[in-house]
């Protein structure tokens, strides 16, 4: 795996904790030439790269990123191939918000900043990094999508939809863009220990490390795996959630968890 990753110029959204800073760390570790960590925490940005750059000596630029604002994307992809030296030879979209909420409190607003965030985000990444990966003659974009775009959950609309919306979009770009060896993965992270359980009061017990699912992601990209999945969990989710004949044991399982979430036990999966 070290030969993949090994002297290439590495974008992180999200990068400053969690999983995304797990893979920043595990790239270092790889032997990438650059990382840029961005996120839009800049306390925990500017403590993570200093953290870094000091065991990876001037490897580590940190880029104070909003991922739901467009021109804070383009902004944050022109400084990484500048760090580059022109180059960006890998994107991981990680960046993403959890919103649980019933559906019929949403607002327009929410719907619209669920999709800025986990949507246009990336999108607007790739936009940004196309022109730089064509130019160098290839790359690889990586978008973190969800278990919920494969097994929808209740009061996860919003998320469950733009989740699924990535998952699409980045499967027909692989198609398109295959010629142009650039490459497009998938992630489906599974339950992981990051801070987006916090307000559930922490993951289940099963969850994996962001440790381990950086470990996971990365052995997925450097096999040039169309959709990564991480955990048995979402990997039935995927033989079986769309399957008509499954139709029943999904039924009885998503509506288990709704029930769940509805007596206030949001950490039911």
């Keep these: 795996m070290k030969q993949v990753f090994e002297n290439k110029v590495v974008v992180v959204t999200g990068g400053a904790s969690g999983i995304g800073l797990c893979l920043c760390e595990q790239l270092l570790s790889l032997g990438a030439r650059a990382v840029v960590v961005a996120d839009m925490n800049e306390d925990k940005l500017e403590t993570e790269c200093k953290r870094l750059n000091i065991a990876y000596p001037e490897k580590v630029l940190g880029i104070c990123t909003d991922i739901a604002k467009s021109a804070s994307v383009f902004e944050m992809i022109r400084q990484a191939a500048d760090f580059g030296a022109g180059h960006v030879d890998f994107l991981f979209n990680n960046a993403g918000r959890g919103f649980a909420k019933p559906f019929d409190f949403t607002t327009d607003e929410e719907w619209k900043y669920a999709f800025e965030v986990n949507f246009y985000g990336p999108l607007n990444a790739v936009r940004a990094v196309l022109p730089i990966m064509r130019a160098q003659g290839g790359g690889h974009i990586v978008n973190v999508s969800s278990g919920v775009a494969l097994s929808p959950m209740a009061f996860q609309t919003m998320y469950s939809a733009a989740k699924a919306a990535l998952l699409a979009f980045t499967g027909a770009l692989r198609c398109e863009l295959w010629d142009e060896n650039i ?77 769940q979430r509805r007596s206030g036990n949001f950490k039911a999966v």
């Design 183 to 259: 490459r497009l993965s998938s992630v489906i992270p599974g339950i992981v220990a990051t801070p987006m359980w916090d307000k559930a009061g922490g993951a289940p017990d099963f969850a994996i490390t962001p440790e381990e699912a950086a470990r996971g992601i990365l052995q997925g990209v450097a096999a040039n795996q169309r959709i990564i999945i991480l955990m048995e969990y979402d990997l039935n989710s995927a033989k079986y959630g769309f399957l008509p004949e499954y139709g029943d044991q999904m039924d009885a399982k998503v509506l288990d968890v709704a029930r």
